[in-house]
């Protein structure tokens, strides 16, 4: 009988007991778990607190909303000018003399005064729109230079006497025949309008006036005795000195009134016209009223050549109350003159325009959008038309 094996024996790994706990790990976990908790407590109570403090969206603000009214457009054309006394004109002498006086630059000269001096004689200023082109010297002769000659010594308080009324008639005697030869008969003359007549009455007058003068006293005028301009002038420059002969060009003179020069262009001719109302935009933010005076019919190139910008003519604008102007004697301005201009349209200003996606324009009014048909734009206003659209209506626009 065989003997009994064993069964195999089973291992039975040693399981160490678990350690003690220690009751300070105990009391560090419960520690930190409590500042966990609080500090998720503070994590959400700062979260709030930021969240709360966080501004509020901006409440919608006011629409402004304008009226539409209608009004004239015009557009403007602005050009830059600058004031002074005007362009410069020359002043020549008139008489076989030697320039013994002349005056100084910047002078005034007004009617009565001598304008140079010639063999120590005064050659005074008159006014008058032609010059004088022969001797003031016969009865009765009857002229457009005998009227520049009675009006100024008129005008200084001379008295003339009476004069023929147009259309009258005046015998003028025929002049001296050669030795030999029989007098003709005198002649009768109409006087016209615009002419005066060398009568008893106005020679006298020429007489004295010539005595108060120093003068020689003839009762007639030679050419080169007075010099005819149209108004007062001031010296702005001198040509000759004393010494030079007094039949050649002299001097330039401008006018005593402040004027504003404007060099146009040939494509601004079409808005400027003599007499055409203006404003001119000064240098102080003034805006005064003002009228072109005079347009030039030549053009001048620039200083620096065509090379330099397009030929220009020579603008004048004279300004309503010259008192606006008077204590600048030289700055640049700008002159605003008007160009097409269209009359009582409705009109809405520019802000007011809502541009569309699909083009074109629209305004917001009390009923919505409505599409516009856009006119001339001028000085922030647009001529608009649209279906409901009148004087009155209640538009919004951009602030």
Known sequence: MHPKLDSPTEVIPLVPDPPRRRRGAVKWLAGGLVVAVLAVVAGVVLTRHRASGKPAAPAPSAVEKVKLERRDLSTTKQLNGSIGFGAPRPVSGHTEATVTWLPAVGATIKRGKQLFRADDKPVTLFYGKMP???????????????????????????????????????TQPSPSPPAGTPPKAATKVQVKSGESVLT????????????????????????????????????????????SPANAPLMSVTSTRKVITVSAELSDAAVLERGKRVTVSLPDDRTVKARISSVG????????GVADGAPTMTVSVTVDDPKAIADLDSADVQV??????????????????????????????????????TGMFADGWVEITGDGLAPGTDVVVAS
Not at 297 to 304: H, K, M
């Open 132 to 170: 004088l082109y022969r001797p003031i010297a016969g009865r009765n002769l009857a002229g457009r230079d005998v009227r520049i000659i009675a009006d100024n010594l008129r005008a200084l308080g001379y008295g003339i006497g009476h004069q023929p009324a147009p259309g009258e008639r005046v």
């Open 200 to 243: 008893t009455g106005l020679t006298a007058a020429i007489r004295k006036w010539q005595q108060d003068r120093g003068l020689p006293v003839t009762g007639q005028v030679a050419v080169g005795d007075v010099e005819v301009l149209p108004g007062a002038v001031r010296v702005d420059s001198l040509a000759v000195q004393p010494g």
């Open 297 to 304: 019919r030549t053009l001048a190139a620039p200083e620096g």
């Open 336 to 373: 605003n003159v008007a160009g097409r201009t269209v009359e009582d349209v409705l009109a809405a200003p520019v802000e007011a325009l809502v541009a569309l996606t699909e083009g074109g324009y629209a305004v917001q009014g009390p009923q919505g959008l409505v599409a516009v048909e």
